[in-house]
Nanobody
Framework: QVQLVESGGGLVQAGGSLRLSCAAS????????MAWFRQAPGKEREFVAA????????YYGDSVKGRFTISADNAKNTVYLQMNSLSSGDTAVYYC?????????????????WGHGTQVTVSS
């Protein structure tokens, strides 16, 4: 079993920044990648970013490229999402997810564990 706990969400003005954290515990030794997804009210869950756990490769959704950065501290079993130049379109619940094998990083069904999410609200 794996537990994922997100933190760092909150209310920020448009143009501002936030950094989200996701701490993983449990059976993490076989982790292939960790990712961030988001879901706005009335919309489908959307891929934001992913990072290969034992490597440096990163992947980003088109809507966040150049503004968001995913990073990780393997020693702390923690993945981060630095979000800059936020706009109202970034308002959503942000979820951390973990997968054990390679494949399509954007594919929700390929992730084995999910956190409960953290709310990010961007005011205009």
């Amino acid at each position: 079993q794996v537990q994922l706990v997100e933190s760092g969400g909150g209310l920020v003005q448009a143009g501002g920044s936030l950094r989200l954290s996701c701490a993983a515990s449990g059976r993490t030794v076989s982790t292939y990648a960790m990712a961030w997804f988001r879901q706005a009210p009335g919309k489908e869950r959307e891929f934001v970013a992913a990072r290969i756990w034992y490597g440096s490769a990163t992947y980003y959704g088109d809507s966040v490229k150049g503004r968001f950065t995913i990073s990780a501290d393997n020693a702390k079993n923690t993945v981060y999402l630095q979000m800059n130049s936020l706009s109202s379109g970034d308002t959503a619940v942000y979820y951390c997810a973990l997968r054990y094998y390679s494949g399509l990083m954007q594919a929700i069904r390929e992730y084995s564990y999910w956190g409960h999410g953290t709310q990010v609200t961007v005011s205009s």
